[in-house]
């Protein structure tokens, strides 16, 4: 490795770092639609519809901790993770293929509880398991899933769409998988803390263990869409958190957004939470991530239709671009919104 | 992790495992026609081609070491491995998708490098790069790539269609990246013990250091082929070693064979370098591996077209299953072939 230019990874960030990467791509066949870039890549399949292809990769230490995490429930979000990709670009998922990296330290046992969870996801969501790869890991767990999907041309909807005007729609509720995760980093650090025997009581904080442990891909919604013939103009889903995403569909549709603080669902047992962890709310629904609900866009025109469907709300609009992305906070201040938390909050 | 039954991976080796999490799998869309259980999993595109995928997880320490692989030919390689599976199901590679864990010691030239060998593979062979994923990783290195490509139904040739009296046939040479793999190995032992300064001399060692480190997928043999209308019974590529791989179309065609160590394609230098290093010639073209040469079979009939064909030996024929899988010595003498070495040799 040749020092002599070296830049910083950090310096770049996730996406400054794919950006630079993936630069000079060139697609070079007709029915490579849409390459990087989106939460997946659409293929042609001749004539009918459009092949979807989304990949995840998740590692041991980084996206999942085993002290806590049953390797079911792991197997089970894996899938629906990726699962949940395909949903935002307004596809069907059909297929997926899994490659595992393990060490010594897992039995079979262990990889049939993980392909278990990874089945139960798959049966729910109507996915086929069509190959794979595993191979030894000198270190942790390693997990790659691609998932296939189906959409005709007309009905994906991509992050580039968002119009002036739009309203900004969101799924469900927010910050709940984030609190969920601090219940278990709290659990653990209390039974290392402990000599004697030690049983974590998660009574009433049951949804917020489900949103982290296992998350759902909302299917529903991108059927309900449907139902009331309402297409949006740009959906992806949150995984890195709202503010995230909405920077996302903000800066590739290139529009500006304004959000509304005190529209953003939050669930009850998320805000208890929240206050007992002496943690910020709004930051956590903003920031917290892994929810895996949709963000999407829909015309203004489609105020009234949109505003009855279960489980959507209607969190703020898209604006000209020169007016910046801002969350408006129930103080009625303005806050511009960062990928990761936001000013003077 | 529960220990109550504990069988070790160890036990089952990694296609028995791979056998045991999938034994349940059902597909459930009619598009799925081929999943588990080949080079690439087979999609069906609606009316016209079928869409075929693979994927390969590569972590370090297992599949590479970075100590003597230059980044770039690792992108290269790594994309090569990929592709190779489909030339082996007789179709056309069309686009990948990349996913990378990465540790802080790596800067971003580093992996502009690795996407450089990408991207010289994915030229050649005339493949878009359509997505991907990049993360942290706590530890090493960690590669996965997924490919797709097309091929009409009646051309895709999987590891079972081998039939009694059908001739073996093998591509190019075997045991050279095998060869190439140790010449890397003892360079660095000797480096390692070196305090000066040394520069390894791989003078006259040149075709095995490019079999280890920039394989090529076999895209000739695939077209010479077609253009002799010869399309095989059974394919596979060899990335883990002859034995192996005639192992899987013997198993999956539900035949024997019998191969002659005499009709074996090994290189030149191949030949000197496994002299010097003491090491059974024979072992290595057999269970190397890596050489990503194309292993198939065709009907008898079809002898004369393909012993004229460039870069393609007969190496023996397929028998009835009660009779076995051999090899047989130069001095006559049966060897039953196995995954890993073979008795008696």
């Known amino acids: 490795m040749d020092n002599s230019e070296r830049t910083e990874i950090a310096d770049l960030g996730e996406f400054g770092l794919i950006d630079r990467l993936t630069q000079n791509i060139q697609l070079k066949n007709a029915g490579s639609r849409k390459g990087v870039g989106d939460d997946a890549a659409v293929v042609s399949c001749e004539n009918g519809l459009l092949t979807l292809v ?53 039995s079979v046992e262990d990889l049939e509880n993980f392909y278990t969870g990874l089945e139960t996801a798959c049966n729910e969501y109507g996915v086929d398991i069509i190959g794979g790869d595993t191979s030894a890991s000198l ?12 959409a005709a041309e007309d009905k994906i909807v991509y992050r580039n769409g968002a119009k002036e005007a739009d309203l900004i729609c969101v799924s469900g509720d927010l910050g709940g998988a984030y609190m969920g995760l601090q219940l278990l980093e709290r659990e653990k650090r209390i039974f290392a803390g402990e000599t004697g025997s030690f049983t974590p009581d998660f009574t009433g904080r049951e949804y917020l263990l489900e ?47 304004r959000v509304y603080e005190e529209h953003i669902p939050i669930d009850y047992q998320t805000a208890v939470m929240a ?17 895996y609900e949709l963000l999407f866009t829909v015309p203004l025109s489609m105020h009234e239709k949109v505003s009855t469907l279960k489980e959507v709300k ?25 990928a990761q938390g936001w000013n003077s909050l």
Chains 1, 2 share one sequence.
């Open 54 to 106: 989304t990949t995840d990769l998740l590692l041991e230490g980084i996206h999942f901790d085993l002290t806590y995490v049953p390797l079911m429930h792991l197997g089970y979000k894996a899938a629906v993770v990726n699962i949940s990709d395909i949903y935002a670009m307004n596809g069907t998922p059909k297929q997926i293929t899994v490659s595992l990296g393990i060490s010594k330290r897992f």
């Open 139 to 150: 270190t942790g767990l390693a997990i790659s899933i691609t998932c296939l999907g189906e």
């Open 211 to 257: 949103r982290q442990l296992k998350p759902r891909a909302r299917r529903d919604v991108i059927e309900r869409l449907a139902g009331n013939d309402i297409l949006p103009t740009a959906m992806i889903d949150i995984s890195d958190g709202l503010s995230s995403e909405l920077l996302h569909i903000c800066k590739q549709s290139m529009v500006g957004c």
């Open 275 to 291: 206050e007992e962890f002496n943690m910020n709310l709004v930051t956590a629904a903003l920031n917290g991530g892994e929810d």
């Open 314 to 338: 209607i969190i703020g609009y898209i604006t000209n671009s020169s007016l910046g992305t801002h969350l408006i906070a129930r103080d009625g201040t303005e806050h511009r919104l960062k």
